[in-house]
């Protein structure tokens, strides 16, 4: 690997690192209350607040997109927290269905930007390979204060303050990563680690990171989309997991 290559993919590394550090406990939580789509249709509200951002050209002051992006995020966790609680028989149903909404949503937007496309793509799949040092130093302590309520505070026991962390999480995840790359690493590490009853939070990071850093290597060896390379390789390592579960 040469000098340029990995000035690009440390920081792509360390962007997964970060994401991972939020993601693989709120996932287990994820799976424990079984609100799967939770995390799809946050990150797609919370892309819906970039594209409105883009919509009214304030893509050139990203604290303000990053405003709008979590206030929309915050606002589709009270909705969910209201279905988990009023209509827990369907919940799965309507999270979906609240995935959809924000997904058309965003394509009706777009619909009249010549960029749509392009735009579209960046969100799904993300930019892994193109974020910069000020946007990780931002990342990193916004996920440490995640953290921190996490381990300290009672929100997550809480209905809208579980989705409250999360709505965070995501919105600042999905800028760097991308909805589906966001997904993956929540999903993923938990559901291969769902019968571990030992260490489970180590093997987890394990399938989160070898995914990370194996994907990432396959993008700059075949030129492969980022994005898509680690979503693979992270099921792969996370089938790997499953299949070799310790005891």
């Not at 290597?217 to 030129?223: K, N």
Request: one cysteine or more.
């Amino acid at each position: 690997m040469n000098a340029p290559e990995f000035d690009i993919l440390l920081p792509a590394f360390i962007a997964g690192l970060l994401v991972l550090a939020t993601h693989i406990p709120l996932g287990m939580k994820v799976l424990a209350r079984g609100v799967i789509f939770a995390d799809l249709a946050i990150a797609q509200i919370a892309g819906l607040g970039v594209v409105l951002a883009g919509l009214l050209e304030l893509a050139g002051q990203p604290l303000l997109v990053q405003g709008i992006a979590a206030a929309s995020a915050l606002c589709g966790a009270a909705l969910l927290a209201w279905i988990e609680h009023r209509l827990p028989e369907v919940k799965e149903a309507c999270i979906g269905l609240t995935f959809v909404l924000a997904a058309s949503g965003g394509i009706l937007l777009m619909s009249r930007d010549v960029h749509a496309g392009e735009h579209l793509k960046d969100l799904l799949v993300g930019q892994i390979l193109w974020v910069d040092e000020p946007r990780l130093i931002a990342t990193a302590l916004l996920t440490a204060a995640i953290l921190a309520a996490w381990r300290w505070s009672a929100l997550r026991e809480r209905h809208l303050g579980f989705y409250g962390l999360f709505a965070l999480a995501v919105t600042a995840s999905v800028q760097l990563v991308g909805v589906y790359l966001v997904f993956a690493s929540l999903i993923v590490p938990a559901l291969a680690t769902h019968r571990f009853t030992a260490r489970r939070k180590t093997y987890a990071f394990t399938v989160g990171v070898a995914g990370y850093a194996a994907g990432l290597l396959l993008s700059a060896q075949f030129d492969l989309p980022a994005g898509a390379a680690i979503v693979w390789a992270m099921a792969a390592a996370g089938l790997l997991a499953a299949i070799c579960k310790p005891g």
